[in-house]
């Protein structure tokens, strides 16, 4: 069975800092995906990343990235200089399969982030 | 990114009435669509699978006769909570994902409060 553990329930930074939200996954798969997802106060689910269990090259987004780690099952979010606008509750999340849009999505229990102006 | 509605947006009805709650992906063809349930401070769970043209996958301790899903096309599917009860006030949350496309989005959820 698939799990995903956000450890990190709730996190506060002062605005400009840098914050990792970490995110640690089972799976008995090879081929897999991983997902982030934000979720602002109004609910609704962005979509923030994407990587495969074949791709293990770490992704920079401006002020995002991501580190992908098979050794340890990590798959670990960092925002530098955080803004008040990054508040929200993070959700990591894993399918199992090629994922042709068609495997569900196993989420962590999501790490709420609150940047302090 | 595709683009996924649902309707209405929050939802208040007394207890033992109906609510149906539709899906939509505007500008892509969905044969699959999921439908999540938060309960307030919580994660997304995952209620169902909705397959269009067949019967819906239900996980397990989902009740298939109170959570009645309908994927009646490839860009719409509906969830209707029957004889709704407090205990369902929840806010549920589906997605859909161009085929081949890899990533699931997802729609802006509905609020259901049951009184």
């Known amino acids: 069975a698939q799990k995903v553990t956000q450890a990190q329930t709730e996190i506060s930074v002062v605005e400009k800092e840098d914050v990792t939200l970490d995110c640690v996954y089972e799976t008995r798969d090879t081929t897999y995906y991983l997902f982030w997802y934000k979720q602002p106060p109004s609910g609704e689910l962005v979509f923030l990343i994407r990587r495969n269990s074949f791709d293990e090259q770490n992704e920079i987004s401006g002020r995002y990235s991501w580190n992908f780690q098979k050794s340890t099952s990590s798959f670990n979010f960092t925002i530098t200089a955080s803004q008040v606008v990054d508040s929200a509750v993070y959700f990591c999340a894993l399918s199992e399969g090629n994922n042709f849009g068609n495997e569900k999505l196993t989420f962590g229990t999501g790490t709420r982030l609150t940047i302090i102006p | 990114g595709a683009v996924v509605s649902q309707h209405p947006s929050r939802v208040i009805c007394k207890s033992g009435t109906s609510v149906k709650i539709e899906c939509r992906s505007l500008?892509?063809?969905?044969?699959?669509m999921f439908w999540y349930r938060q309960f307030p401070k919580q994660s997304l769970m995952l209620m169902a699978t909705s397959n269009e043209g067949s019967k819906a996958t239900y996980e397990q301790g989902v009740e298939k006769d109170k959570f009645l899903i309908n994927h009646a096309s490839l860009t719409l599917s509906t969830l209707t909570v029957t004889s709704a009860h407090p205990e369902d006030s929840s806010f549920y949350i589906c997605?859909?994902?161009?085929?081949?496309?890899?990533?699931?989005?997802f729609g802006p959820g509905t609020r259901l409060l049951v009184l």
């Open positions: 997605s859909a994902s161009p085929w081949i496309q890899e990533t699931q989005y």
């Open positions: 500008d892509f063809q969905a044969t699959t």
